[in-house]
């Protein structure tokens, strides 16, 4: 029962000339001579040190430029390669996969959104490992319902002035830039995105801990903080179009990365209650189908992707499933080995907690349920 299948090669054909299923045989021998492997017992310090390492040397090598566009600093070809190299890093547990795949989000958004000079300035810094940047999106109060958000911008001259509050901010503490939703107007066409320095003054980061013991996520307080016009990503009222061309995008790649990650954790799994002497083949069955179900949607997206489709609200079939996967996974780990969430101070229990909010970050599985149901099948607001 293995995680690697036969990968994301029939996404696409080719790669600039280049066959897929070559470039992955490639990266893989790289990869084997190449160790990049962290060191036992990471604290998530280590764990965005150990990113930026493994980003250094697939940038070095050329990898990480694979499937990006020359003006920012990749060597083209289709997104399909990045989604191979994501799944040979998750697989091998090279970096901590929720992180690594950040940049699936985040370089798409500025590539698309900025100045063409600034995208080339900045996208290399984020590929290359230099700089980690983070997403100012959720505030207290506006999590899934983004359109409420309050965070406010204001002009000043040339310049605009940020106030207000956001939260649940990834990797915020450890960040050079954030791409930043501000509201600017009343109404959708009222919210602004700006591509803003994480040291500029009036920022204040507060790292939170979450109940599996990480500080991934922090709290970021802007006050009268100043902001160049030239880092508006768009034009002003671009920020909510911005956000729906991103969050499909959270769900493309990202989970790619994500559906490896857990089938390296299903053949732990297998391993594990083969050594202590239990078995249940109907549970670990029923895990391994939850995750292949996701794994064939999202090849699907990938397709989708490489094809040059444009992704939207059918990506939340995908964060459904995803979410639903990964819970079934750690549950089967939880009934299958017993005490090993309670008692032992082993990578499940971090893991099965962080599972627990599979079915909130990103968006609810309630509001992704409501999207199905109103934008793909035409079923009305109520």
């Known amino acids: 029962m293995s995680g690697t299948g036969t990968g994301a090669d029939g996404a696409h054909g080719h790669a600039g000339g280049a066959d897929v299923a070559e470039f992955r045989a490639e990266v893989r021998a790289w990869l084997d001579a190449h160790d990049l492997s962290p060191a036992p017992g990471l604290d998530f310090d280590g764990q ?11 940038y070095d090598a050329g990898w990480m430029r694979y ?15 990045r989604a191979v190299l994501g799944e040979e890093v998750a697989t091998r547990g090279l970096a901590e996969p ?15 959104y900025a100045p063409p000079a600034l995208a080339a300035e900045m996208v290399p810094r984020l590929l290359n490992g230099d700089e980690q940047w983070c997403q100012g999106f959720s505030e207290p109060g506006s999590g899934s319902d983004l ?17 207000g509050q956001k939260v649940w901010t990834s990797l915020a503490q450890f960040a050079a830039r954030c791409v930043l939703l501000t509201r600017t107007a009343p109404g959708h066409a009222g919210i602004t995105a700006f591509f803003l320095d994480m040291d500029s003054p009036g920022i204040t980061v507060r790292p939170l ?23 508006m990503l ?14 499909p995008h959270e769900r493309s790649t990202c989970f790619w990365h994500r559906v490896a990650h857990l089938y390296s954790r299903l053949d732990r799994l297998v391993e594990e209650t083969g050594e202590s002497g239990g078995t249940d083949d109907a549970a670990l069955g029923a895990a391994y189908l939850a995750l292949h179900t996701v794994r064939c949607r999202s090849h699907a997206t990938q397709r989708r992707l490489a094809g040059g489709a444009r992704l939207g609200p059918e990506t939340s079939v995908d964060k459904v499933l995803l979410a639903g996967a990964e819970q079934r996974l750690f549950d089967t780990a939880r ?18 907690l962080y599972s627990r909010a599979a079915t909130i970050y990103g968006g609810t599985a309630e509001i992704q349920r409501n999207i199905i149901a109103r934008r793909l099948l035409d079923l009305g607001k109520e």
């Open 48 to 58: 965005v040190a150990q990113l930026g390492r493994v980003r250094r040397a697939l």
């Open 67 to 81: 499937g990006w566009p020359a003006e920012a600093g990749g060597l083209g070809g289709p997104a399909v390669l």
């Open 98 to 112: 929720g992180i690594y795949s950040m940049i699936e989000v985040l370089a798409p958004t500025v590539i698309s």
């Open 147 to 163: 359109a409420s958000l309050s965070t406010r911008a204001e002009p000043r001259g040339g310049d605009w002035v940020v106030n």
């Open 209 to 231: 801990r979450t109940m599996h013991g990480v500080d991934e996520f922090a709290e970021v307080f802007f006050d009268d903080v100043v902001v160049p016009g030239d880092r």
């Open 234 to 247: 768009g034009r002003p009222g671009d920020g909510w179009r911005l956000a729906m061309d991103l969050l």
């Open 335 to 352: 009934d299958l080995l017993p005490g090993v969430l309670e008692l032992d101070g082993t990578p499940w229990r971090s893991e099965y």
